[in-house]
């Protein structure tokens, strides 16, 4: 059972944007490093953008460094993933994820003319 919700995927032209939501009820997100990964068909789940649990510094993989952005609001225990600028190969389901054993079902993000 997913113990994260993640909201927020849809269907987008190249260059739109669309904003991804991760709630975590029952998940102090505080305590973990936090972060965002995506699956698309036939390829491996990898890592998108992430959080540090200490001092916040956040990571992006190269080919959304610019594009995205990851940010966290902890009264809300909630993440969010800001995307912008997509472009077909972002196309995957995205899942949220809080430390080892906490991730989301997935929601799928479809970049097409």
């Known amino acids: 059972q997913p113990r994260l919700v993640e909201s927020g995927g849809g269907l987008v032209q190249p260059g739109g944007s669309l904003s991804l939501s991760c709630k975590a009820p029952?998940?102090?997100?505080?305590?973990?490093?936090i972060g965002w990964f995506r699956q698309a068909p036939g390829k491996e789940r990898e890592g998108v953008s992430c959080?540090?649990?200490?001092?916040?510094?956040?990571f992006y993989e190269d080919s959304v460094k610019g594009r995205f952005t990851i940010s966290r609001d902890d009264a809300k225990n909630t993440m969010y993933l800001q995307m912008n600028n997509l472009k077909v190969d972002d196309t995957a389901v995205y899942l949220c994820?809080?430390?080892?054993?906490?991730w989301g079902q997935g929601t799928q993000v479809t970049v097409s003319s």
């Open positions: 994820n809080a430390g080892a054993d906490n």
């Open positions: 029952g998940v102090g997100l505080r305590s973990y490093a």
């Open positions: 959080i540090s649990s200490d001092d916040d510094a956040t």
